[in-house]
């Protein structure tokens, strides 16, 4: 973190506040119940609200739907769910998210032998742990390209979304990295890396276990190499099927011999249904009364995995997804903020939408 902030030390400073989880997600539960009593200290009817706050998103929700159903009487059928735990392009106006990736995450594990080696007397002869590994991540992966191998990670983009991308690209431009001085995005066209990060299948590794730091690493041919891996899916793909395909083609036919496990889970991700004029209409409002511009739309590259599971449940459903992680806001990672006029200005488009509802 910069100097004077840290993940539990609150701190404002040029209209953000920073720490750790302000952003993503603390605010959503105030901003909800904040759009809803301004409403009624204005006398501005608005529809019967439920609200669900849960504290599992990080680790995959995987307790909210029995929640879901235990309280489904109370719940009802809702027409219109909203949620604040997206992000947004800029900080200039409301931007409501089309869709999800959804991701295979596990670890894949590669032994060779029993214990550590020389390197100068087995190299060689015994092949490298890290090599096999590598050998097995271009199974799924182009090494020039990051474009998946695997025909199950692949789909077509719908029509609309590659329209509504090419707008949000042209708002946008270049999306703020903050790369090395000389490195720059895989792509020279804005629209690409954006349609990229939202519908392609992408592997990341985001963490190694086998492999000691280098202050303490010696001259051993290390007995096994274990790398976390991170695979985003295409917001329309299978997750149950995604994982198969990945754990099979990882452990098939090992090289060399070696003992190769890919062990992990998965959530599958998410696409809107075509949102209804009123909504449309509504939230363009909002946008141009409070933040001066329209509402943009836009796919994220992240993964929320209840929207998966309230679209199955509510299929009927209008989704308002918004939120405020946007350039820089880093969830996360270190410097984390929330924009603290933005949020404002957010949480009023919510109550005009809901006010518009009703």
Same mark, same amino acid.
Request: some cysteine; proline content about 8%; overall charge negative.
């Given at each position: 973190?910069?100097e004077?902030? !840290? =993940?539990?030390? =609150?701190v404002?400073?040029?209209?953000?506040?920073?720490?750790?989880?302000g952003? @993503?997600?603390?605010y959503?539960?105030f901003a909800?119940l904040?759009?809803?009593?301004?409403?009624r200290?204005q006398?501005v009817?608005?529809?019967?609200?439920?609200?669900?706050?849960?504290g599992?998103?990080?680790?995959?929700? $995987?307790?909210l +739907?029995?929640y879901?159903?235990?309280l489904?009487?109370?719940?009802?059928?809702?027409?219109?769910?909203?949620? #604040?735990?997206?992000?947004?392009?800029n900080?200039e106006?409301?931007?409501?998210?089309?869709s999800?990736? !959804?991701?295979v995450g596990?670890?894949?594990?590669?032994?060779?032998?029993?214990?550590?080696?020389?390197s100068?007397?087995a190299?060689?002869?015994? =092949?490298?742990?890290?090599?096999?590994a590598?050998m097995?991540? @271009?199974r799924?992966?182009?090494?020039?390209?990051?474009l998946?191998? #695997?025909?199950?990670l692949?789909?077509?983009?719908?029509?609309?979304?590659?329209?509504?991308?090419?707008?949000?690209?042209?708002?946008?431009?270049?999306?703020?990295?903050?790369?090395?001085? !000389?490195?720059? +995005?895989?792509?020279?066209?804005?629209?690409?890396?954006?349609?990229?990060?939202?519908?392609?299948?992408?592997?990341?590794?985001?963490?190694?276990?086998?492999i000691? %730091?280098?202050?303490?690493a010696?001259?051993?041919?290390r007995? $096994?190499t274990?790398?976390?891996?991170? #695979?985003?899916?295409? +917001?329309t793909?299978?997750?149950?099927?995604?994982?198969?395909?990945?754990k099979?083609e990882?452990e098939? @036919?090992? +090289?060399?011999g070696a003992q190769?496990?890919?062990?992990?889970?998965?959530?599958?991700g998410?696409?809107?249904p075509p949102?209804a004029?009123?909504l449309?209409?509504?939230a363009?409002r909002a946008s141009?009364?409070? $933040?001066?511009? %329209?509402?943009m $739309?836009?796919?994220?590259?992240?993964?929320i %995995?209840f929207?998966?599971? #309230?679209g199955?449940?509510?299929p009927?459903?209008?989704? &308002?997804?918004? !939120?405020?992680?946007?350039?820089e806001s880093?969830?996360h990672? %270190?410097?984390e903020? &929330?924009h603290i006029?933005?949020?404002?200005?957010l949480?009023?488009?919510?109550a005009?939408v809901?006010?518009d509802?009703?």
């Amino acid at each position: 973190w910069a100097e004077g902030k !840290g =993940p539990w030390v =609150p701190v404002i400073e040029d209209g953000k506040l920073y720490g750790r989880g302000g952003a @993503d997600d603390g605010y959503a539960a105030f901003a909800s119940l904040t759009a809803i009593n301004a409403l009624r200290e204005q006398g501005v009817p608005h529809a019967r609200c439920v609200m669900v706050i849960e504290g599992c998103e990080e680790s995959g929700s $995987y307790d909210l +739907p029995a929640y879901i159903d235990h309280l489904a009487d109370r719940i009802g059928t809702p027409s219109l769910v909203v949620c #604040l735990d997206s992000g947004a392009g800029n900080y200039e106006q409301l931007w409501n998210t089309t869709s999800l990736r !959804g991701m295979v995450g596990g670890t894949l594990r590669v032994d060779i032998v029993r214990e550590g080696l020389h390197s100068g007397g087995a190299s060689g002869a015994v =092949p490298s742990s890290f090599r096999i590994a590598r050998m097995l991540l @271009d199974r799924l992966e182009h090494p020039q390209t990051g474009l998946t191998r #695997l025909d199950a990670l692949k789909v077509e983009v719908p029509e609309a979304r590659l329209q509504q991308n090419a707008l949000a690209a042209q708002v946008l431009g270049d999306e703020p990295f903050p790369f090395v001085e !000389g490195a720059g +995005p895989v792509h020279a066209d804005p629209a690409a890396n954006h349609l990229a990060r939202t519908w392609q299948a992408t592997l990341s590794v985001t963490g190694v276990g086998g492999i000691p %730091p280098i202050e303490t690493a010696g001259n051993v041919l290390r007995p $096994y190499t274990a790398l976390k891996l991170s #695979l985003r899916l295409p +917001p329309t793909v299978d997750g149950a099927t995604a994982y198969a395909a990945v754990k099979a083609e990882l452990e098939r @036919d090992p +090289p060399y011999g070696a003992q190769v496990s890919f062990e992990g889970d998965q959530a599958t991700g998410w696409e809107a249904p075509p949102i209804a004029e009123w909504l449309h209409a509504s939230a363009t409002r909002a946008s141009q009364a409070f $933040y001066g511009k %329209p509402m943009m $739309y836009m796919g994220e590259g992240g993964t929320i %995995p209840f929207m998966g599971m #309230l679209g199955e449940k509510f299929p009927e459903a209008q989704f &308002l997804i918004t !939120g405020v992680l946007g350039p820089e806001s880093n969830a996360h990672g %270190p410097n984390e903020f &929330l924009h603290i006029p933005f949020a404002k200005k957010l949480t009023a488009c919510v109550a005009q939408v809901l006010a518009d509802h009703a």
